[in-house]
């Protein structure tokens, strides 16, 4: 399994209440296609509290869409921070692990650094 998901706990802003919610650290297509909807919608790591207040939660993820052979990196800010950067490169380790390869794929090699 090459996804990955993190969690966090924020109290909600409207009602105070304490929630673990579940993030994307690594998004593989082949595993969650569903991920592609809302990465368009803009949901893609939104979380709505009990109460109905919605969140879109920024951190930095990645993408992976290995038949179109793409690593796309999403980062929590726009311009990226050099943290970005780092979590990035940690993340496409981690993918790269996962395929369990001592010669990974072509696309990901060269997005390793």
Same mark, same amino acid.
């Given at each position: 399994?090459?996804?990955q998901?993190?969690?966090l706990? @924020?109290? @909600?802003?409207?009602c =105070? /209440?304490?929630?673990t919610?579940?993030?994307? =650290?690594?998004?593989d #297509?082949t595993?969650h296609?569903?991920? #592609?909807?809302?990465? /368009?919608?803009?949901t893609?790591?939104s979380v %709505? @509290?009990? @109460?109905?207040?919605?969140?879109? #939660?920024?951190?930095? $993820? !990645?993408?992976h869409? /290995?038949?179109?052979? #793409?690593v796309? $990196? !999403?980062?929590a $800010?726009?311009? &990226?921070?050099?943290a970005? $950067?780092?979590t990035c %490169?940690?993340?496409? %380790?981690?993918? !790269? /692990?996962a !395929?369990? =390869?001592r010669?990974p &794929?072509?696309?990901?090699q060269n997005?390793?650094?």
């Amino acid at each position: 399994m090459i996804s990955q998901t993190i969690q966090l706990q @924020c109290d @909600c802003q409207r009602c =105070s /209440a304490p929630t673990t919610w579940t993030l994307w =650290s690594i998004v593989d #297509l082949t595993e969650h296609p569903e991920a #592609l909807d809302e990465l /368009a919608s803009d949901t893609i790591n939104s979380v %709505t @509290c009990d @109460c109905g207040n919605t969140y879109c #939660l920024h951190i930095p $993820f !990645v993408i992976h869409d /290995a038949p179109n052979e #793409l690593v796309i $990196f !999403v980062p929590a $800010f726009d311009p &990226p921070m050099d943290a970005d $950067f780092q979590t990035c %490169t940690r993340l496409i %380790t981690n993918i !790269v /692990a996962a !395929v369990n =390869s001592r010669d990974p &794929p072509r696309y990901l090699q060269n997005v390793v650094t």
